[in-house]
């Protein structure tokens, strides 16, 4: 699966947000994580947000299973468990 990643302008940051992409991206070494600007529509997106300002424009982007804000380090542990649940369920769906 393509994964998504865009990122806010970085303004305000409240924590590392590249480390936190990077090590959504380990914990699923199976799926393609990408910048936006390398997939059209990804499968799913994570817009990672400095902030809880949240002022991130995804307007043109269609992730095809949803998106998932990440504003905070406590927001990036509740997506890790959506994507693995998002992930888990298309997987089974391509094995059936």
Same mark, same amino acid.
């Given at each position: 699966?393509?994964?998504?990643?865009?990122?806010?302008?970085?303004?305000?940051?409240?924590?590392?947000?590249?480390?936190?992409?990077?090590?959504?991206?380990?914990?699923?070494?199976?799926? &393609?994580?990408? %910048?936006? +600007?390398?997939?059209?529509?990804?499968?799913?997106?994570?817009?990672?947000?400095? #902030?809880?300002? =949240?002022?991130? &424009?995804?307007? %043109?982007? +269609?992730?095809?299973?949803?998106?998932?804000?990440?504003?905070?380090?406590?927001? #990036?542990?509740? =997506?890790?468990?959506?994507?693995?649940?998002?992930?888990?369920?298309?997987?089974?769906?391509?094995?059936?």
């Amino acid at each position: 699966m393509r994964v998504g990643i865009k990122y806010c302008g970085g303004c305000n940051p409240r924590y590392d947000r590249v480390a936190a992409a990077k090590t959504l991206a380990r914990d699923f070494p199976r799926h &393609d994580f990408l %910048g936006v +600007h390398g997939v059209a529509d990804p499968d799913v997106l994570l817009v990672f947000c400095g #902030c809880r300002t =949240a002022c991130v &424009d995804v307007s %043109g982007l +269609h992730p095809k299973q949803g998106a998932l804000w990440i504003r905070d380090e406590e927001e #990036c542990a509740k =997506a890790r468990s959506a994507l693995a649940a998002i992930l888990s369920s298309r997987m089974e769906d391509n094995v059936t």
